[in-house]
Every structure is written in structure tokens, then in C-alpha cells.
């Protein structure tokens, strides 16, 4: 059936989800390998890994790859939305950080889309609106008080926080400020997956290599002085406290070649999306004509998110490089598990949200065309330039103080 703004207001007083269930492949071909994202190992200077696990899959327990997060892919149709609003291809509400008076070289603006903790992010918090801190301002009073019992203030300022989930943790009772839940969750893994296993652990049996020549000949046994002031052959020249390194400490000689359990080949890779309309159901907007229409807004912008994710390809990390495996329709799936197919293409989709926004707005949503936008406050500012300041002349500290 193809998705009518009609058929869309049923599926959200009656249904359980769109969902979406669709093979990828590497762009290499079916069975090249991918290298999927590494995380720390468990204890402190373990190497890098894949996060693997086990999976019920058809009847069978099998190792699975984690190829693409759930919080990865909701930064990746974040992405896709906010270029889709930037080129004027969709209407959506959104706010944002100017920092071009910051003369900051390389930043010039953050939005609600882009910083970690969407709307309820520092960056935001410690920024201002009309000379006002903002969460001090109306809007951010507001946006301080929203409950998932009536969540307009959130779907007026940015409604892609409530489609990919928003917790205002630095709220009242310290951090038990209003949760938001997810309403699309997106995941990408590799399934039945070559590993070498361990009593605690799974490693990949796939292997990377790694290795440089110095194309200047420089050998390890030459010596050189570095200091936080820079290096040179001759201490005293290298600057205070200078200390005998290896040239590989100042990037120069050879790098010896490593042998990592890195990279993965797999069955099939699969993404799995799902739009809980049961989910949408928990939000309010203050009576039930805004009520259907917020959540056809939000329904609807999650499936323009999929299908411009779908155009704008699946590049997700170097070596890792997806294409659609074959054609996977949109389902509706009913409160009895049943599912029905659904066509709708990229700008049907578009359409559909159009119209979804026009119903908003005649129930009486401000939904704005254009962001709102605020000025960072200059003690933000300062920290964001004494870190700059600090990383150019190595002195950050960023990898003693996390610890990793």
C-alpha cells in the first residue's frame, strides 16, 4: 500500500511500528572484508577491538559484528536531516550556536542536531538569547519544564530530539530532569562472523597490517632531544628539560610492521529500523488534535530520515563502505506481529512530512522554517580557546586525564 497522510494517522492510533529489515554488502562485493568501528578492550592497555556477540539467529546461535551503533546511526540521520533542512528540501525546526564572531578558525556554528546531548547539551545551556543565558530565557523556561505529558516546547524547538531521544540530565533533582526515549532506532551489524575466541572475550581472525618506510633513510639509532619546545640532535638546543627519544617520537624513521585482529568478513551484513508508533503514543501536546498531529510530524520525519540516509549512501567509516544488498520494503507492523508492505520513495516521503507539518501548524504549532539562534556565552568561548591554545603547544592532557 502506499503511505497516505490518512493511512498514517490510523497507523499511529492502532499500530506498532515501521520497520525495516534490509541486506547491505561491502562496496568490494559480497564477502570482502569491513572494518567495523574499535572500542577499548576491557582492562587498560588491552589493543582495540570489534564489539562481538552472540545472536539468535534463524534457530541458531551465531557471532555478530557491531558494524554501525544505534547512537552512530541516529548522528548519521541527524546528519542527513540537518543537510535536508540546510538546502531547503524540508521545513525543520532546529537551534544553533553561532560562533563566527568567536573568531574561531574551522568553527562557525553547533546545532541541537549536531551537539551530544541535543537540546539539554552544555553547548546550548552555556550560549545565550538576546543577552540572556538561555536557559534563563522564555523559550528555555520552557524547554525546562517539558514532560513527555506535554512535550511542545521540545517539538516547537527541535522535534528531532524527541524522534532520536533526549534526557535532560543536568535538570531538576539533580538529573532526573525529563527522559525522552527513542522513537527510531537504527543498527547495522555483520552476521556469522569468523572470531577467535577466548575464555572472556571473541577476537576478530581477521588481520590488519600496518607498517611505514622512511622515505629519508632516518634509523632508530640516531639521536634526538625533544622537549615540550620542540626537538634537535643537540639537547641543549631541543629546550628545557629535553630528554632522549626515538625518531619515531618526532614522526620520523621507519615504523616496524604490526599484525592486528582487525577487520571482519561475514555472512551478511543487516540493518534493522524500526519507527515505534507505540512510542509516539507516549508523547502529548496538550489535546488530541495536536496530539495526531505532533506524532504524524514525528513519524514522518523519521521516514524521511531513512530514505535520505538510503540516497546519500552508507559510507560509514574508511574500509567501510556499504551498499543495499537487493530492494527492502517499509512494513507496517500491527499489534499482532502481522505486517503489511509499504511504498514510499524519498520524496514521497518529503511530501508526506509536508503535509504532516501543514496539519501541525493548523493545530496551532509554531514550526518554524528557520533555527533559532544564539550567541555563546564568552566564558565558553574562553575554555574552547585556552583548549586550543593548550593542544597546540601539547600541553592538553586530555590522555592522562581520561585515563585511556
Known amino acids: 500500500m502506499t503511505l497516505t497522510t490518512e493511512i498514517l494517522r490510523s497507523a499511529l492510533e492502532n499500530q506498532a511500528a515501521f520497520r525495516r529489515r534490509r541486506r547491505l554488502q561491502p562496496i568490494e562485493g559480497a564477502g570482502a572484508k569491513i572494518f567495523p568501528p574499535t572500542y577499548p578492550g576491557p582492562r587498560k592497555d588491552d589493543p582495540a577491538q570489534h564489539v562481538f556477540e552472540r545472536r539468535r539467529i534463524d534457530g541458531a546461535e551465531l557471532w555478530c559484528v557491531l558494524v554501525d551503533s544505534v547512537q552512530s546511526q541516529s548522528n548519521r540521520l541527524e546528519e542527513f536531516l540537518l543537510e535536508s533542512a540546510r538546502q531547503k528540501l524540508i521545513e525543520l525546526p532546529y537551534v544553533a550556536v553561532d560562533f563566527s564572531e568567536a573568531q574561531l578558525d574551522g568553527l562557525t556554528e553547533i546545532t541541537s542536531l549536531e551537539a551530544p546531548h541535543r537540546l539539554f547539551d552544555a553547548i546550548l545551556r552555556d550560549s ?54 527513542r522513537c527510531l532506532v537504527s543498527e547495522v551489524i555483520g552476521i556469522n562472523v569468523p572470531v577467535d575466541e577466548s575464555e572472556d572475550n571473541a577476537i576478530s581472525a581477521g588481520k590488519r597490517t600496518g607498517s611505514r618506510i622512511d622515505p629519508l633513510g632516518v634509523l632508530r639509532r640516531v639521536e634526538v632531544y625533544k622537549s615540550k619546545e620542540g626537538w634537535d640532535v643537540d639537547q641543549k638546543k631541543a629546550g628545557k628539560d629535553a630528554k632522549k627519544v626515538r625518531p619515531s617520537e618526532i614522526n620520523h624513521g621507519n615504523i616496524a610492521p604490526t599484525v592486528q585482529n582487525l577487520g571482519v568478513t561475514c555472512d551478511y551484513i543487516e540493518q534493522t529500523s524500526v519507527v515505534t508508533l507505540a512510542g509516539l503514543r507516549r508523547l502529548r501536546f496538550g489535546s488530541s488534535d495536536r496530539d495526531a498531529s505532533a506524532r504524524g510530524v514525528l513519524a514522518a520525519l523519521g521516514l524521511v530520515a531513512l530514505l535520505e540516509q538510503d540516497s546519500r549512501g552508507f559510507a560509514l567509516r574508511s574500509r567501510c563502505d556499504l551498499v543495499c544488498d537487493g530492494a527492502a520494503p517499509l512494513e507496517l507492523v500491527n499489534f499482532d506481529g502481522s505486517t503489511e508492505a509499504v511504498e514510499l520513495d524519498l520524496a514521497g516521503a518529503r511530501t508526506l512530512y509536508a503535509d504532516c507539518v501543514l496539519a501541525a501548524r493548523k493545530a496551532g504549532f509554531t514550526f ?8 555563546p556565552q564568552a566564558k565558553l568561548v574562553k575554555i574552547v580557546q585556552q583548549s586550543r591554545d593548550l593542544a597546540l603547544a601539547g600541553e592538553g592532557g586530555e590522555t592522562a586525564e581520561a585515563g585511556v
Open 128 to 181: 545565550e538569547l538576546d543577552s540572556t543565558p538561555f536557559m534563563k530565557s522564555e523559550q528555555g523556561r520552557k524547554l525546562v519544564a517539558a514532560k513527555p505529558s506535554d512535550a511542545s516546547a521540545i517539538f516547537e524547538l527541535s522535534p528531532t530530539a524527541l524522534l532520536f531521544g533526549v534526557w535532560n540530565s543536568t535538570g531538576e533533582g539533580g538529573g532526573l530532569g525529563a527522559k525522552f526515549p
Open 368 to 375: 518554524s522554517s528557520m533555527p533559532l539562534v544564539l550567541k
